[in-house]
T-cell receptor, first 114, second 113 residues
Framework: AQTVTQSQPEMSVQEAETVTLSCTYD???????LFWYKQPPSRQMILVIR??????QNATENRFSVNFQKAAKSFSLKISDSQLGDAAMYFC???????????FGKGITLSVRP | DTGVSQNPRHKITKRGQNVTFRCDPI?????LYWYRQTLGQGPEFLTYFQNEAQLEKSRLLSDRFSAERPKGSFSTLEIQRTEQGDSAMYLC???????????FGPGTRLTVL
């Protein structure tokens, strides 16, 4: 069975600083996708960034970037120049193969200190 | 594009009652997913459709749960004889097969008294 582990339940970062959220997973699939989603308090799930496992280049989306280590089955999210609006719960979610259901980790609650 | 919409946003019901939720996906998205999320946890998969065909159901989806997507557009999720353990946020997501990225709606929060 595929598993997703987000071992840091809570993290805190100073505004304008950089923070890295960790995610490890286990799968027997070779071709899959990985996503990070953000869920602000009482608001809907928003896609932050997507990574295709076959691509060696790490995905980047403005202040958000990933460090994807396929052999280590690690998929961390780096948030640069943290902003107050980044405060949310962040979920790592691999679907394991194309067009399949997402399997979410337990999430990391990120707080941003002004 | 308008996003995924879900109605109602909140539902309070008494134990034993039936409830139905609706999800309208992003236009032309052929995949539609239902997830359930309890407080402080990540969403758990319930079921998904490609067009009108229901392709997979989770073991979480007991016989009291049924989902439909009759014309391949909107979907409904019905829970019969609700129990207090059904209290959760029910999330809908949609995607295009060729892009594979799921976009979520705001969810329906169900409270069973």
């Amino acid at each position: 069975a595929q598993t997703v582990t987000q071992s840091q339940p809570e993290m805190s970062v100073q505004e304008a600083e950089t923070v890295t959220l960790s995610c490890t997973y286990d799968t027997s699939e070779s071709d899959y996708y990985l996503f990070w989603y953000k869920q602000p308090p009482s608001r809907q799930m928003i896609l932050v960034i997507r990574q295709e496992a076959y691509k060696q280049q790490n995905a980047t989306e403005n202040r958000f970037s990933v460090n994807f280590q396929k052999a280590a089955k690690s998929f961390s999210l780096k948030i640069s120049d943290s902003q107050l609006g980044d405060a949310a719960m962040y979920f790592c979610a691999p679907p394991w193969r194309a067009n399949s259901k997402l399997t979410f980790g337990k999430g990391i609650t990120l707080s941003v200190r002004p | 594009d308008t996003g995924v919409s879900q109605n109602p946003r909140h539902k309070i019901t008494k134990r034993g009652q039936n409830v139905t939720f609706r999800c309208d996906p992003i236009s032309e998205h052929n995949r539609l997913y239902w997830y359930r999320q309890t407080l402080g946890q990540g969403p758990e998969f319930l079921t998904y459709f490609q067009n009108e065909a229901q392709l997979e159901k989770s073991r979480l989806l007991s016989d009291r749960f049924s989902a439909e997507r009759p014309k391949g557009s909107f979907s409904t999720l019905e829970i019969q004889r609700t129990e207090q353990g059904d209290s959760a946020m029910y999330l809908c997501a949609s995607s295009l097969v060729r892009t594979d990225t799921q976009y979520f709606g705001p969810g329906t929060r169900l409270t069973v008294l």
